[in-house]
């Protein structure tokens, strides 16, 4: 396998729990410094901590600190685009999170799977609040399975706001797993406008072997020219 590949396999070896760098090095039959400098890249790309002699995912408040200023002007360009009375679809992510927290006084329905977003607009007065059900993944807070896809079949939205760990002009967007890859999918289908929240550090970047494909029209909102 090649380097892309064998990291997002190691990646679900440390989320998974085991992220010690000599038993990997063994399990995927590499050196312990091919093994470091994998968990190298993935912890500049934020989805690792790299500990003493190994390493453990990222954490969701870890993540939003990661270019916490684009994500919040992002957020708030996402808000802007909104109207009252809107269904709006949220997904799993930290820049959606802020997002969500600019929606508490906004009259509107939000529909969501991430963690973030719910707890962000529990309280609100004005907003209500959808969640879609299913097991909760952590560390990254996202409510994944078939039947958060099920019951967004049932709703027609206004607008929905997808994540990403990497934006590529041809493929679309990256996920770490097949499963997250397809409920995106069905999420991108879910409304009537899409966009991608996208800051500079996911922009043609693809860490991850599992695509979303950008099959319809969509708006990407980012803090930089786009690819």
């Known amino acids: 396998m090649n380097a892309r590949e064998r990291r997002a396999r190691l990646l679900n070896e440390v989320r998974g729990g085991s992220g010690h760098i000599h038993e990997l090095a063994d399990q995927f ?60 679809v949220l997904d799993a992510g930290t820049t959606t999170g802020r997002l969500a927290a ?53 709703i027609g939205a206004d607008r929905v706001f997808l994540g990403t760990d990497g934006l590529h002009p041809q493929k679309g967007l990256c996920s770490p797993s097949l499963e997250q890859a397809h409920l995106k999918h069905t999420m991108l289908h879910s409304a009537r406008h899409a966009y991608v929240l996208a800051d500079h550090s996911k922009m043609g970047q693809e860490p991850f072997s599992y695509w979303t494909p950008l099959d319809r029209p969509y708006t990407v909102l980012t803090n930089q020219p786009v690819i």
Do not use: C, F, M, W
């Open 29 to 88: 039959r590499v050196s312990p410094s091919t093994i470091r400098r994998d968990l190298t890249a993935l912890e500049r790309d934020g989805h690792v901590v790299r500990t003493y002699g190994g390493a453990v995912e990222r954490g969701v408040r870890e993540k939003d600190a990661r270019n916490s200023a684009e994500k919040e002007e992002i957020a708030r360009n996402a808000a802007a685009v909104i109207e009252d009375g809107e269904i709006v």
């Open 102 to 154: 600019h929606l508490t006084h906004r009259r509107l329905t939000v529909v969501t799977n991430g963690l973030t977003a719910i707890l962000a607009l529990a309280e609100s007065p004005t907003v209500e609040l959808i969640i879609l059900g299913g097991r909760l993944r952590q560390p990254n807070a996202a409510i994944i399975g078939a039947t958060v896809s099920e019951q967004l079949r049932h």
